[in-house]
């Protein structure tokens, strides 16, 4: 009978052995899950700045005009009204979704001049209006977290004049004795990736919140610590290089 309650004993610790094995074999396959994974697109560049005159005075207003219709149509999304006849073009924005579609195609554009004269202060126009709309729309993880990554690595590539995808010279680099962002710029740039990664940080929290308990809403905490990480690396403390 002694020899029966050993046995028994036996098969227990052997049971017993088995279960911290499973356990920590299930609990350690969610941990490596990210909420947004950063991409970036860029069209071709122009091989060489637009020539002055016409074609300069062209980008600007094409870009000043856009300005004015992001600019207007967030004004009208802050206030929450629209006249019944107004076009679908200068209505308010319905979703941050769309007012980022408008802004990047206004990146973009700069981005394709290759004109560093009108590309520096026109990125910063731009970014200045996205930080300021941030807390008047419903948080979009991935739609902001996917246009700030855009700016970020935009301003690093005029900052260092290197490609962001390809890590070449960019074209308007080797053709000016200037340079493509002026120091004041930089500190603008650097000041401008503080305020937004705060106002980032701030529309997450309340949208956490709002919905507590949601793991989704609360996995943005983490990525909104990468805003403007390469801005921010970059320039340190100061806007320095």
């Excluded at 996917?146 to 962001?164: E, I, M, N, R, W």
């Amino acid at each position: 009978m002694s020899q029966n309650n050993i046995d028994h004993d036996s098969d227990l610790d052997e049971e017993f052995e088995d279960v911290p094995i499973n356990k920590s074999n299930n609990t350690s396959q969610p941990t490596s899950q990210r909420k947004w994974t950063p991409s970036l697109s860029l069209p071709p560049q122009q091989p060489s700045p637009i020539p002055g005159s016409q074609e300069e005075t062209q980008l600007r207003g094409r870009l000043s005009t856009g300005i004015e219709r992001i600019t207007y149509r967030q004004m009208k999304s802050e206030m929450g009204m629209d006249a019944p006849d107004t076009h679908i073009s200068h209505r308010k924005y319905e979703s941050f979704a769309e007012l980022s579609a408008e802004v990047e195609n206004l990146i973009d554009m700069l981005w394709a001049s290759s004109s560093p004269s009108i590309q520096t202060e026109g990125l910063i126009t731009l970014a200045g209006i996205v930080e300021m709309a941030l807390p008047t729309h419903p948080f979009d993880g991935r739609t902001t977290l996917s246009l700030l990554h855009k700016f970020d690595q935009v301003f690093v590539a005029l900052c260092t004049g290197l490609h962001p995808l390809t890590g070449e010279p960019l074209l308007e680099a080797g053709d000016s004795e200037r340079p493509l962002v002026t120091q004041t710029q930089k500190v603008r740039i650097r000041s401008l990736a503080e305020t937004t990664r705060l106002k980032v940080f701030s529309v997450v929290g309340e949208d956490a919140e709002d919905a507590e308990g949601d793991e989704d809403a609360e996995g943005w905490v983490l990525e909104a610590t990468k805003v403007y990480d390469g801005v921010l690396m970059l320039l340190g403390d100061s806007g320095d290089m």
